[in-house]
């Protein structure tokens, strides 16, 4: 009986490690049935029709048959960061990094998504790493700038633009954050000749034109304000703080009439602004319309403006 009994347990053994073989090779049929060219496209397609975790499953199918393949994981990490999965797009992007260290376009990548997640020491380290591999790469030189400017390290972020302009000296991308740079240091006719080298390079900036309307303002430049904020409303006419601004120089200049009709448009595109309630409502009783402006100040004061409330009751009631 013991014998029989070990035989039938050495059957059963046998049974079930040919049965996990058989499962095994099941399953790699189904993984592996098609060729990691075929999966790559597969993924692109869904990822192209917005099927992120689809596109994430045909890569894991790709990464399985080519593990030492760094596209596959750089690109499954795209689409976790679409989904939001930031930890997991961080791990492929670091797996790119370790098997292809001098990647400098994983390293931007991942730099990015660490700025993201806030952490700022990273992403920097990421663009120093990058610049370091390749002095040249001009985008490392944009993000760290950028970074900088934005963490207000003003002269940090000039040299990494400036950097860009002495090869690509018409890169007005590099020539606007120079100016927005120069205006934080308020050298204003400095970020004025910044912003009009924008515009001879982008005539439709409208930003830029913004921009310098300001600087032209802040230097009493005041038709040349009035100009570009022209410009602005010409290329943008949804451009709501060009109406604003234009409309509080005309009420410095006591043209209230046109001071009125660019506050007209400012509560047309939005009914809230309490502001341009008040500053048309000063407007319309420096016309002689004290009524009607007393109107509008009243609706500022409703709105939450209490400038326009302590007016309205000294002056409405």
């Known amino acids: 009986m013991f014998v029989v009994v070990n ?14 073989f058989l ?16 999966l790559s496209v597969s993924a692109f397609t ?21 593990p030492e393949q760094g596209d596959a994981y750089f690109n499954r990490g795209i689409c976790y960061e679409k989904l939001g999965k930031n930890m997991e797009a961080l791990a492929d992007y670091s797996t790119v990094i370790t098997l292809k260290p001098t990647d400098v376009s994983a390293i931007i990548t ?55 302009l002495n090869t690509y000296p018409e890169n007005s991308v590099a020539l606007y ?9 308020e050298e204003f006719g400095e970020a004025i000749e910044y912003y009009t080298a924008v515009i001879r390079l982008d005539p439709a900036n409208a ?46 200049m006591n043209d209230f009439a046109n001071a009125i009709k660019d506050y007209n448009m400012v509560l047309q595109l939005n009914p809230d602004a309490a502001d ?21 100040i009243n609706r500022a004061a409703e709105l939450g403006d209490k400038i326009s409330k302590k007016y309205y009751k000294l002056n409405c009631q």
């Open 46 to 66: 869904k990822y192209s029709n917005n099927d992120y975790s689809g596109a994430i499953e045909d890569y894991a199918k790709v990464i399985a048959l080519l």
């Open 207 to 252: 930003k830029a034109y913004y921009n310098r309307a300001y600087d032209y303002d802040l230097t009493y430049q005041t038709q040349l304000a009035i100009a570009d904020y022209n410009k602005v409303i010409e290329l943008d006419p949804t451009y709501i703080d060009a109406y604003f601004n234009r409309g509080y120089i005309y009420d410095e």
């Open 276 to 296: 341009a309630y008040y500053n048309r409502g000063l407007a319309r009783i420096s016309s002689g319309y004290k009524r009607m402006g007393c109107e509008d």
């Open 110 to 164: 991942r730099s990015a998504l660490y700025e993201t997640m806030g952490k700022t020491k990273e992403a920097l380290i990421d663009l120093d790493r990058a610049i370091s591999i390749d002095s040249n790469y001009y985008p490392a030189y944009y993000r760290r700038g950028a970074l900088f400017e934005k963490m207000n390290l003003i002269a940090d972020a000039e040299a990494d633009f400036k950097k860009i």
């Open 23 to 38: 499962t095994v090779i099941l399953f790699s049929l189904q993984v592996f049935g098609q060729s990691a060219d075929e």
């Open 7 to 20: 035989k039938h347990i050495n059957t059963f053994m046998k049974l079930s490690n040919y049965l996990t």
């Open 177 to 185: 954050h120079l100016a927005v740079l120069a205006d934080k240091r």
